[in-house]
């Protein structure tokens, strides 16, 4: 029987609200609830292990921002800017967003508090919401989650693959087998500029066949069309010129380093001259991670060179390398390769026998969880057997019970949950007698 609430059950008490919800969560978020937030935390918690052995440290900036800093990074006529952004005017009047990546707003902590000013390279790392206004799919949400690197100051070949290897080095530790790096590199400003032209007269067939304001989107960007979804285009694209025909010596030789530090690091690649990104900011390398555990939407993770953003938002020219991964992809993927089990510690569950025992249980839980123990107790007065089927629905292994008798005897009744079986234990002794049992 459905445990009674003033006369009423509580399954029928949770339908009668459901009826009355007035509140959702807002198309596009959702809500992280215990179990599943408990898979992010494991997940966050290895990625920041893992790249804080190379030297990262965290940064964290605000969820707003001003719009000019992405009007300036991405471009305003970039998607991002001008379709996705979440922009309002705020009671001075200023123009602000909730930020749609995390690179532009580290790069503008980075001067605002002059972190460059020994001339050292910079290594931070971030976790962060993002907010796009878009169409919610799988893998794609309004607001999104993303962990990122940004390595500072470094023109090297060997930074585009210190954040490559830390990349697929996080992915490996979570382990993942369908993750496949697809590496590219896209020049600089004057041979992108170069391919443009020769992409926009090859793409001039299939451009006819767009409406006029897809058309006009493609020519402000073609080499977006390279990576575009839509059947036409691949197979229109498939004999496309290549941008690494058109490479000048310099960003070709960065490029030739970085697959042999690669190739030197056992990081498996793929050259994929579809691979552009979607922000204006890229240069030289570029590159994706992907999955087809995902589908359509096959993009773990994406990052690259952006030599000229610092000097676009004010600063000097400062070289840059950056990476920023999905987390919602990430556990998506977790999911379909069945690698998204984490284990919850089973809590001790300390038990009142008596009135007079609820004084001390509170005491013990204190002492317990100093000593690194997960620990519940009732706190609503309920007798005895309620309190071991709360014991029970809480997944404990162990009831300790705390009663008269144990308050004389300074000890504790032990009673195994999966068995029955009791033993009476020291209260002295009893942090040992856990670790024996518990581990």
């Known amino acids: 029987m459905a445990h ?3 006369g009423r059950s509580r399954i029928d008490l949770c339908v009668t609200i459901m009826d009355k919800m007035a509140y959702q969560a807002p198309r596009g978020t959702y809500d992280l609830l215990p179990a599943t937030a408990a898979k992010w935390r494991s997940a966050e918690s290895r990625f920041v292990e893992w790249v804080e052995k190379f030297g990262y440290g965290e940064i964290r900036t605000p969820m707003f921002e001003d719009s000019e800093l992405f009007i300036r990074s991405s471009g305003e006529e970039s998607e991002v800017v001008s379709k996705q952004m979440y922009r309002f005017k705020d009671m001075g009047d200023r123009d602000l967003c909730l930020k749609p990546e995390g690179t ?8 605002e508090h002059q972190m460059g ?13 993002i907010f796009r ?7 794609r949400n309004r607001q999104a989650h993303q962990l990122g690197l940004e390595l500072i100051g470094s023109p090297s070949p060997e930074a585009d693959a210190e954040i490559i290897e830390i990349t697929m080095g996080f992915y490996q530790l979570m382990g993942l087998r369908s993750a496949k790096l697809k590496l590219n590199s896209i020049g600089r400003t004057a041979t992108r500029q170069l391919f443009k032209e020769q992409l926009l007269k090859f793409a001039e067939p299939y451009l006819a066949t767009l409406e006029s304001e897809a058309r006009a989107k493609a020519e402000k960007n073609p080499m977006r069309l390279l990576d575009s979804k839509d059947p036409a285009a691949i197979d229109h694209f498939v004999s496309a010129p290549s941008i690494q025909d058109a490479l000048e010596p310099e960003s070709r030789a960065h490029f ?3 697959q042999e530090l690669l190739h030197d690091a056992g990081v498996a690649f793929e050259v994929d001259p579809r691979i552009v990104r979607g922000l204006d900011y890229y240069s030289d390398t570029v590159f994706e991670v992907t999955s087809d555990a995902l589908g359509a939407q096959s993009s773990l993770c994406g990052g690259g060179r952006y030599d000229g953003l610092v000097k676009q938002l004010g600063g000097p020219e400062v070289p840059c390398v950056g990476v920023g991964c999905g987390v919602e992809r990430l556990h998506l993927v977790l999911e379909a390769e069945g690698l998204d089990h984490v284990t919850r510690p089973n809590p001790i569950f300390l038990v009142a026998a008596t009135d007079s025992a609820r004084q001390p249980i509170r005491e013990l839980a204190r002492r317990l969880r100093q000593q690194g123990w997960v620990v519940l107790y009732d706190l609503d007065g309920a007798n005895m057997k309620r309190q071991m089927k709360l014991a029970d629905r809480a997944s404990s292994r162990w009831a300790l019970i705390v009663g008269d008798d144990e308050l004389q005897q300074q000890a504790v009744t032990a009673r195994n949950l999966a068995d029955s079986q009791q033993t009476l234990v020291p209260m002295e002794g009893l942090p040992e007698w856990l670790t024996n049992q518990l581990g």
């Open 256 to 258: 030739e380093r970085v």
């Open 4 to 6: 009674q609430v003033y």
């Open 133 to 139: 206004y878009e169409r919610p799919q799988k893998g």
């Open 117 to 129: 000013q020994t001339g050292d390279v910079t290594r931070l790392w971030y976790f962060t919401h």
């Open 104 to 111: 532009a707003p580290a790069i503008r902590a980075y001067l």
